[in-house]
């Protein structure tokens, strides 16, 4: 357990960093505040918490009462995210908190995102300690993922600025589900995201997710249009509720039409899960063809997640149909991209952010402790003693 200065030490940290983020709450007449961080828009008492769980009403503003707590850190490869797009073969610092700001009832952590307990959020280290460790770990990249970095805002925005002054690029694995007002602060110091857009059907939104849909592609568009931020998506295909051929047609035209058919899509595959484990996992043959209806609408880049599948996880060149980057399994194979990220056989551009050459990180994930390499001046504040 925390100590007692610790956690008072975390505290005054936390209410100094909202207040100076009032734009994302706003007091009403009835004394409640409203958090404006998020489209749910949560209206809370003194002492209550969102539906989030990690934000809550004190002292007339809402709070990030959990600034410096991770349920976990991780080394992964940057594929497992899935970003195929940036940066490929090199490992990226995984770590999130507990809570979310949506409500699917086929979430594929919802050990995670569903948490009310404290004891998920074990891990503690300081923006500082997790840009550091990943430098010692030569971590290109720090991810902001698990559950939903939206509602740690705070947290995530100090993390990256900490990785930007040590040369280490932010990613953030989201759904895109935030408010107009925050968008900017929360995406600005990220370098690439990966937005789950979890289907392309307001009433599945509404009936699954407790959201809407308008506010994510509200998001992609942003994304898009007003940053500089590398964006691939995500949708995972469920059985019958997200998978019929009018939405993935309506899907892949909007993202051709809107974002443009350079943004990288992948089809992950459900499992029987949450509240939805008597529903089957997708089908093959459901993930192919939607791999197809997506490239018939020009998409570039159209992946399949969750199964074995190296065709449908490899990147072909959009103009002769060469093998650019062969994979399995997160492992990286053939390689047949200039030093300029164009195609070997054609000199056609792949879209994208690349090195000269690729990472050799692999498949493998390595979980980590930050505690291990924080300062002795961090190890005496949490053992309660003086700095």
């Excluded at 074990?122 to 290109?140: D, G, V, Y």
């Excluded at 992609?220 to 964006?231: G, R």
């Excluded at 509720?241 to 899509?265: F, K, Q």
């Amino acid at each position: 357990m925390p100590s007692t200065s610790a956690t008072a030490t975390a505290a005054a940290t936390t209410q100094h960093l909202n207040a100076e983020h009032d734009s994302f709450c706003h007091g009403l007449e009835d004394g409640r505040v409203q958090c404006d961080l998020c489209p749910r828009v949560c209206r809370l008492r003194a002492g209550q918490r969102g539906l989030c769980f990690v934000r809550g009403a004190r002292e007339g503003r809402i709070e990030l009462l959990t600034y410096g707590r991770s349920s976990g850190f991780c080394i992964d490869p940057i594929e497992k995210k899935p970003l195929y797009h940036f940066l490929p073969g090199t490992p990226v610092l995984s770590f999130g908190t507990a809570g979310c700001n949506l409500s699917c009832d086929f979430c594929q952590n919802w050990d995670i995102s569903t948490s009310r307990a404290t004891d998920t959020l074990a891990a503690q280290a300081s923006p500082e300690q997790i840009a550091r460790t990943a430098r010692q770990h030569h971590c290109r990249s720090v991810a902001y993922t698990y559950n939903d970095p939206v509602i740690f805002l705070e947290y995530a925005r100090d993390t990256a600025h900490a990785c930007q002054a040590l040369g280490v690029k932010n990613v953030a694995v989201t759904a895109g589900y935030i408010s107009p007002g925050a968008r900017e602060a929360f995406f600005a110091p990220m370098d690439a995201a990966n937005i789950d857009l979890k289907a392309f059907s307001e009433d599945f939104y509404r009936r699954h997710c407790g959201g809407h849909l308008a506010p994510v592609l509200e998001t992609l568009q942003y994304l898009k249009q007003e940053t500089q931020v590398w964006i691939e998506i995500t949708t995972l295909l469920i059985p019958g509720l997200n998978d019929s051929d009018a939405e993935l047609n309506a899907l892949c035209a909007w993202i051709a039409e809107h974002l443009g058919t350079e943004v990288p899509l992948h089809f992950s595959a459900f499992h029987p899960d949450f509240k939805q484990g008597h529903r089957p996992p997708t089908p093959r043959t459901t993930l192919v063809c939607a791999r197809q209806t997506a490239m018939a609408h020009g998409l570039h880049y159209v992946y399949i997640g969750n199964l074995h599948d190296r065709c449908g996880a490899s990147t072909w060149c959009s103009n002769c149909g060469a093998q650019l980057i062969e994979r399995e399994a997160y492992q990286l194979g053939t390689w047949n991209l200039t030093t300029s990220a164009t195609c070997a056989h054609c000199g056609t551009l792949c879209a994208g952010v690349f090195e000269a050459r690729p990472g050799d990180w692999g498949a493998h994930r390595q979980p980590i402790t930050i505690t291990h390499h924080a300062s002795p001046a961090t190890h005496r504040l949490r053992q309660g003693r003086p700095r």
